[in-house]
Every structure is written in structure tokens, then in C-alpha cells.
């Protein structure tokens, strides 16, 4: 594999080995508003180059649908990834050439701090080959699984009056995130002061533990990871289930089993976790 970085002048070398291609182009990116690019494209459809383009339902990508009407009627194909937001950046040219990195496709980007490389393969190496199916696999479940082909340019409108608000999107839900992981380590916390009050001997040295953490998610999943590997319980656990009645209640994994805090975890440490609440009847 020959790799290169490029910091600078990035569109023109996106729009450079676009060029080079001779069968297929596959492209699969958050944001596609550059016309320039898109112009390439096109062009490279109407040579007979397999032009298959795979975006994201965000609303700026369709405040011109012109350009996506042209390249449609050019014989390329065009995808749209809905409900979950496509961030990718990535690019897979007659399958020797991959083209990843930060860089959106907009007009925007091109005054950004961004990045690509630009991949160029060698097929006789396995972990080239391997790299390059991975890449395919994931443009192939875009196109087959989680997408929507526009083969008739008027239902454009429909992203450009119902896409997502993407930024908007984005920002509430890390908002979100951030204040139901406050919540989470507030439980912890709880849980801990009341185990103390009912002379449990739970060693407060476990909430520094959190800290060091990096708080209460990566803390539970810690000890999580552990109980789930070992098949024994912690000696925290342990000792919430000892009195009678039990106070498992108070337990870092009774927390990880609500319904509340289903987002902050796996679906296998919720299942531990449901599972193990079971047992006692919660």
C-alpha cells in the first residue's frame, strides 16, 4: 500500500483521483454540497464510469436538489442513509484506490482544519485486500440495508423539507448524553451514602476509582467487563446482597439495568445486568 496525507488543497486532489477512475466510483459521505465535486461526478457517469453515491438525510445536502436531479439523470445512482446519521467520509475508486479521512465534500470544508489519505492498493498484499473489504462491505450495507435509492428526482423534495436538522440534532443529543451520564454518577453516589447509612461496608475509595474513570459510565462498565469475564461477582455486590433483606437495589448493576440508562450501555451488559436483577426479584 502506498499511503499519502494531505492537509492542503484537498478538494483538488479528491477531485484529481476521481479522475483517474476507469470502472467505478463509490461514494459515501455526510455532506455532499460542493458542486465542483458533484460536477466531476457526473462527468465521470456520463464517461461510463459506475457512479453509486451514498449521503446522509441532513438537510443541507438538499437546499440545491438540482445538482443530485443531474447526476440521477446521468445514470448515477444515488442513496439516502435514514434514521441513523451517516458521518462517514470515504471514497472507493476501481477498488485500488481509497480516499478516507475528516473531509466533508462541501465548499465549506475547504476553509476547515481537515484531513485525507488517499490509499492506493496493492492487491497482492492480504491486509490490503482485507482493508478493501472492509471498506466495500460497509458501502454494500448502505446501498442494500440502510438506505433509500432516489430513482425519481421529485421525491428530493421531500429530504429538502423533511431531513434532519443534523448540527442541531447532534448538539441536543451530546447535550442529552452529558446530563444522563451526570445523572448516572449522582446515582452512584446516592447509592453509596445509603449503603453507608445502613452500615454496609462499601469503601468510599471506589467513588475516587470513578474519578479516575473517567466517571460513572466507563466505571461501571469496568466492573462490568470483569464480572462478565470472571463469572464472580465483586466484593461490592457481594456485600449489598449478604443483609436480609438484600439491598442489591443499591447495586452499580442494578443501575446499569434501568430503563433509563439503556443508551449509556451494551446490549450484553444489560442483559448481564437484567438478568442477574432477576435473581432477586427486581
Known amino acids: 500500500m502506498h499511503a499519502t496525507v494531505h492537509f492542503q488543497k484537498i478538494k483538488d486532489e479528491i477531485i484529481s ?46 437546499k440545491n436538489s438540482n445538482k443530485f436531479k443531474e447526476l440521477i439523470r446521468n445514470q448515477s445512482q444515488l442513496f439516502i442513509v435514514s434514521p441513523n446519521f451517516l458521518h462517514h467520509k470515504f471514497c472507493i475508486i476501481d477498488n485500488s484506490i481509497i480516499i478516507n479521512g475528516s473531509y466533508n465534500w462541501t465548499y465549506y470544508a475547504q476553509s476547515n482544519e481537515e484531513n485525507i489519505l488517499v490509499l492506493t492498493l496493492d492487491k497482492t498484499f492480504q ?7 472492509k471498506f466495500n462491505t460497509k458501502f454494500k450495507y448502505f446501498c442494500e440495508k440502510a438506505s433509500k435509492e432516489v430513482t425519481d428526482p421529485k421525491t428530493l423534495k421531500e429530504f429538502k423539507e423533511f431531513g434532519k436538522e443534523a ?18 454518577e ?15 461496608q462499601i469503601s468510599t475509595l471506589l467513588l475516587d476509582r470513578m474519578k479516575l474513570d473517567g ?46 440508562y439503556k443508551n449509556l450501555f451494551s446490549d450484553e451488559e444489560i442483559e448481564f445486568c437484567k438478568k442477574l436483577m432477576k435473581k432477586y426479584n427486581l
Open 17 to 62: 483521483n476521481l479522475k483517474k477512475a476507469n470502472t467505478e466510483i463509490k461514494v459515501a459521505v455526510a455532506w455532499l454540497t460542493d458542486e465542483d465535486i458533484i460536477r466531476t461526478l457526473g462527468q465521470r457517469s456520463n464517461a461510463g464510469i459506475d457512479v453509486k453515491i451514498v449521503i446522509s438525510d441532513s438537510k443541507e445536502n438538499f
Open 127 to 133: 491486509e490490503d485486500e482485507a482493508l478493501l473489504t
Open 167 to 184: 448540527a442541531t440534532i447532534q448538539a441536543q443529543l451530546d447535550e442529552a448524553e452529558i446530563k444522563l451520564r451526570q445523572d448516572l
Open 186 to 200: 449522582d446515582d452512584v453516589k446516592k447509592s453509596f451514602e445509603e449503603a453507608i447509612a445502613i452500615r454496609i
Open 215 to 260: 466517571g460513572g459510565v466507563e466505571f461501571i462498565k469496568r466492573i462490568l467487563h470483569d464480572e462478565m469475564t470472571s463469572g464472580d461477582m465483586k466484593s461490592g455486590f457481594k456485600k449489598l446482597e449478604e443483609p436480609i433483606p438484600h439491598r442489591v437495589d443499591l447495586s452499580l448493576e442494578y443501575l446499569a439495568s434501568r430503563p433509563k
